[in-house]
């Protein structure tokens, strides 16, 4: 039934349903269409809002924070409607407690009020008038920032919004004063290098690699000509071979200061100029060795004294040099010695001095020579001082030998014959033995006094009769002190200062008669003295 009333329809208004289709097909296609121009739209407000989030992220990436004044596009007068916004940068430099929906006010109060005041004043002028600006800031915090205003606008000249940076530079303001105290104490230190090198007593310089001079004391100007030279002399060549060969050099030179001809020792010191292996500079140095070069003077002259003395003296004298070379004898020398000058001329060495001696037997006879003779070259590096020791020769002659440091080096020889000395001194040795032992033969006890009063000798009589210290009586005592010893033979008497100075008078009295002693233990003690022929004094007792 409702097919049928359709296709009637259809059949009896066909160009009504033709239109009504042809509608419907033209809307689905208008849909369409607008479905796609939706779909671009979003597509392209996709890429737009991405942007607008890369640039907000580019400008939270920064490491500075910002405060923008944002207008609207088609009002830029309108204060109304100027919306602020502060990045996270700043928020968290200022420690905003609103976060990035702080205003400026909140901005402010992290600032000193005079520096607020400013920075209000360079917003006014930057909202106005579009100027910009830039500046240092104190927070209240300690830290340090530098405020930089600008003005963004658009290439048709609208503005879009005023812009304010905050660049925290408390590490850098850190950095620069840290920085300047490393060039003040920089500066003392290069001050205090100028004074200390002012107040050398010697000049001094620095030469730069080109060998031109670049740094002087004060010295150095009382010195150096106008030209450069010291003393008229030019130094470059001296400083030229240092720098070429990167060793020191040196150089005496003579000048006239004020009529006095001084002596001094120029020096050019290489260094590495900048610490670069291929600069070389050189320090130059000139230092008065005036008094030195008198002492060198002087020391030459008397050593040519001192030589010509040694040479005229009977003792035979010899110097050998440090290398054990023959520098100097005398005819004393040759003469003890019995050498050959010729073969002394040729500057024979002290080990061949040695071996020429042991050749003719004129050496002590030891068992090791070799080792003689290492002893002997030993003594030139360790002798310090002068010693002495004898020479027994094997034809029974015996020699004194003095050896010493020479001054540059090297040591001096001394030899003495002192054969007939020796014997003399054994025949005295061997008459004071005789002599003793007529004297231990002799019953009575005897001293006999030295004329400056000095015991000499004693019998073992007299040991027995005092029972004296032996020991005491080597050490040759006075009169008196042996006297002082037989105190504990007179405990009877009151007064023993005075018999003691009796006694002494008696027995060294001229005139004195022998006299006697009553001691404690009963024994009686005859005394008497005789004056020998020597002035010595011979004192003799006896028990009765």
């Given at each position: 039934m409702n097919n049928s009333l359709i296709s009637d329809m259809f059949f009896a208004a066909p160009e009504l349903w033709y239109m009504v289709i042809f509608i419907f097909l033209g809307l689905i296609c208008i849909n369409i269409v607008c479905y796609i121009k939706l779909l671009k739209l979003k597509r392209k407000n996709y890429f737009i809002r991405r942007d607008r989030n890369r640039y907000e992220e580019t400008l939270y990436a920064s490491k500075d924070g910002y405060f923008a004044f944002v207008y609207p596009d088609d009002q830029v007068n309108d204060v109304a409607d100027v919306t602020e916004r502060c990045s996270r940068k700043l928020a968290v430099l200022l420690n905003l407690s609103a976060g990035t929906e702080a205003t400026f006010t909140d901005v402010l109060k992290n600032f000193y009020k005079d520096d607020a005041d400013r920075i209000l004043k360079y917003i006014t002028l930057l909202k106005e008038d579009g100027v910009s600006f830039e500046d240092r800031f104190d927070l209240k915090n300690g830290r340090k920032v530098i405020l930089n205003g600008v003005r963004i606008s658009g290439a048709d000249g609208s503005v879009y919004s005023d812009l304010i940076w905050f660049r925290d530079i408390s590490y850098i303001a850190e950095l620069i004063n840290n920085l300047e105290k490393e060039k003040q104490t920089a500066e003392k230190n290069k001050e205090d290098l100028q004074y200390l090198i002012d107040n050398l007593p010697y000049p001094i310089w620095m030469r730069t690699p080109s060998l031109e001079i670049k740094i002087t004391n004060k010295k150095y100007l009382e010195y150096a000509n106008v030209d450069g030279t010291i003393?008229?002399?030019?130094?470059?060549?001296?400083?030229?071979?240092?720098?070429?060969?990167?060793?020191?050099?040196?150089?005496?030179?003579?000048?006239?200061?004020?009529?006095?001809?001084?002596?001094?020792?120029?020096?050019?010191?290489?260094?590495?100029?900048?610490?670069?292996?291929?600069?070389?500079?050189?320090?130059?140095?000139?230092?008065?060795?005036?008094?030195?070069?008198?002492?060198?003077?002087?020391?030459?002259?008397?050593?040519?004294?001192?030589?010509?003395?040694?040479?005229?003296?009977?003792?035979?004298?010899?110097?050998?040099?440090?290398?054990?070379?023959?520098?100097?004898?005398?005819?004393?020398?040759?003469?003890?010695?019995?050498?050959?000058?010729?073969?002394?001329?040729?500057?024979?060495?002290?080990?061949?001095?040695?071996?020429?001696?042991?050749?003719?037997?004129?050496?002590?006879?030891?068992?090791?020579?070799?080792?003689?003779?290492?002893?002997?070259?030993?003594?030139?590096?360790?002798?310090?001082?002068?010693?002495?020791?004898?020479?027994?020769?094997?034809?029974?002659?015996?020699?004194?030998?003095?050896?010493?440091?020479?001054?540059?080096?090297?040591?001096?020889?001394?030899?003495?014959?002192?054969?007939?000395?020796?014997?003399?001194?054994?025949?005295?040795?061997?008459?004071?033995?005789?002599?003793?032992?007529?004297?231990?033969?002799?019953?009575?006890?005897?001293?006999?006094?030295?004329?400056?009063?000095?015991?000499?000798?004693?019998?073992?009589?007299?040991?027995?009769?005092?029972?004296?210290?032996?020991?005491?009586?080597?050490?040759?005592?006075?009169?008196?002190?042996?006297?002082?010893?037989?105190?504990?033979?007179?405990?009877?008497?009151?007064?023993?200062?005075?018999?003691?100075?009796?006694?002494?008078?008696?027995?060294?009295?001229?005139?004195?008669?022998?006299?006697?002693?009553?001691?404690?233990?009963?024994?009686?003690?005859?005394?008497?003295?005789?004056?020998?022929?020597?002035?010595?004094?011979?004192?003799?007792?006896h028990k009765d």
């Open positions: 003393g008229g002399l030019d130094l470059l060549n001296l400083a030229t071979q240092a720098r070429d060969v990167n060793k020191p050099r040196h150089k005496q030179i003579y000048l006239n200061k004020e009529g006095e001809r001084l002596c001094f020792e120029v020096a050019e010191n290489p260094f590495l100029y900048e610490h670069d292996l291929e600069k070389i500079a050189t320090v130059g140095s000139m230092i008065d060795i005036s008094s030195l070069d008198n002492l060198r003077r002087n020391l030459k002259q008397n050593q040519n004294t001192h030589l010509e003395i040694l040479a005229a003296l009977g003792t035979a004298i010899a110097v050998f040099d440090a290398k054990y070379k023959l520098i100097f004898y005398n005819q004393a020398f040759i003469r003890l010695w019995q050498l050959d000058e010729n073969w002394l001329e040729d500057h024979t060495t002290y080990m061949a001095f040695l071996d020429n001696l042991r050749e003719r037997r004129l050496l002590p006879e030891v068992p090791d020579y070799p080792h003689y003779k290492e002893e002997e070259q030993k003594i030139f590096m360790n002798l310090t001082s002068s010693t002495e020791d004898l020479l027994h020769l094997p034809d029974g002659r015996s020699y004194r030998r003095i050896r010493a440091p020479h001054l540059k080096g090297g040591l001096i020889f001394a030899y003495e014959d002192i054969t007939d000395r020796l014997t003399a001194h054994r025949e005295y040795n061997s008459m004071v033995s005789v002599q003793q032992e007529i004297l231990n033969n002799i019953e009575e006890a005897v001293l006999i006094f030295t004329s400056n009063g000095r015991l000499k000798f004693y019998n073992q009589a007299y040991v027995n009769l005092w029972d004296a210290d032996e020991v005491m009586l080597q050490k040759e005592p006075s009169f008196a002190e042996i006297i002082e010893t037989q105190k504990k033979f007179f405990s009877q008497v009151s007064n023993w200062q005075e018999l003691k100075k009796d006694i002494i008078n008696h027995l060294f009295s001229s005139t004195t008669e022998a006299f006697s002693l009553n001691r404690s233990d009963k024994i009686r003690v005859t005394c008497f003295s005789s004056l020998l022929s020597n002035e010595s004094i011979m004192v003799l007792m």
